[in-house]
């Protein structure tokens, strides 16, 4: 089956604690992303890949890292974690040219920093 | 920059009501448009597109269709269902293709 898995589900962390969301999709995609969901916010950008070791920053990627040394795996990183980092997260994938048809989402991370 | 806006929710029906949520954009050039839907602990799913002006984009009994000349892409559908309850999205792809922007969501409860 044709998917992006992300792991975990739901994480709860303390202030400092660095941590991975990893990323996964199955479809050899060349771009991904990674969004963050906020109450009245809608999806916000974090930063994507266009393929291999190309990334670039989103609208809002103060306090993220990411990589992207294999196609199919693209893991946010939160060096320090902050608790208005506290949100839902969904990592998505496209093929370039398919960019124009949508993405293919995961099923989120509901993260929480205490 | 490039941006859509959607009619703030939450809206509620009951069954087989008729359903509009409003999403205009603001863009340079042709983007192609996008409705996606949410339900509950999911992720979001692709609804349905358009990609040029007067295009209508149709699935599962929504339609939406690009008008350029009121930069719009209103969500309808004839007859709501209590499964259709979940939060809507309205987006668009950068002329780059590089970003996916979105709409806040609006939520819809349909109670039967």
């Known amino acids: 089956e044709a998917q992006v898995t992300q792991n975990p589900r739901y994480l709860i962390t303390v202030t400092g604690k660095k941590l991975t969301v990893t990323c996964s999709q199955n479809?050899?995609?060349?771009?991904m992303s990674w969004y963050r969901q906020d109450p009245g916010l809608g999806l916000r950008q974090i930063y994507y890949?266009?393929?291999?070791?190309?990334?670039d920053k989103g609208d809002v990627p103060e306090g993220y890292k990411v990589s992207r040394k294999e196609k199919r795996n693209f893991p946010l990183i939160l060096e320090s974690p902050s608790p208005n980092q506290t949100s839902l997260y969904f990592c998505?994938?496209?093929?370039?040219?398919?960019?124009?048809?949508?993405?293919?989402f995961g099923s989120g991370t509901r993260l929480t920093v205490v | 920059g490039d941006s859509v806006t959607q009619m703030e929710g939450p809206v509620t029906l009951s069954e087989e009501a008729f359903l509009t949520i409003n999403c205009t954009y603001t863009a340079t050039g042709y983007p192609s448009l996008f409705w996606y839907v949410q339900y509950p602990g999911e992720g979001l799913q692709l609804l349905l597109k358009a990609t040029k002006a007067d295009d209508k984009g149709s699935n599962k009994g929504f339609e939406a269709t690009y008008r350029k000349e009121t930069t719009s892409f209103h969500l309808e559908k004839g007859s709501v269902q209590v499964s259709d309850s979940a939060v809507y999205f309205c987006?668009?792809?950068?002329?780059?293709?590089?970003?996916?922007?979105f709409g806040a969501g609006t939520r819809l409860t349909v109670k039967p």
């Open positions: 890949s266009m393929n291999v070791e190309v990334t």
């Open positions: 998505a994938s496209s093929t370039r040219q398919g960019i124009d048809y949508g993405y293919t």
């Open positions: 987006a668009l792809s950068d002329l780059m293709g590089r970003d996916m922007r």
């Open positions: 479809m050899n995609h060349e771009y």
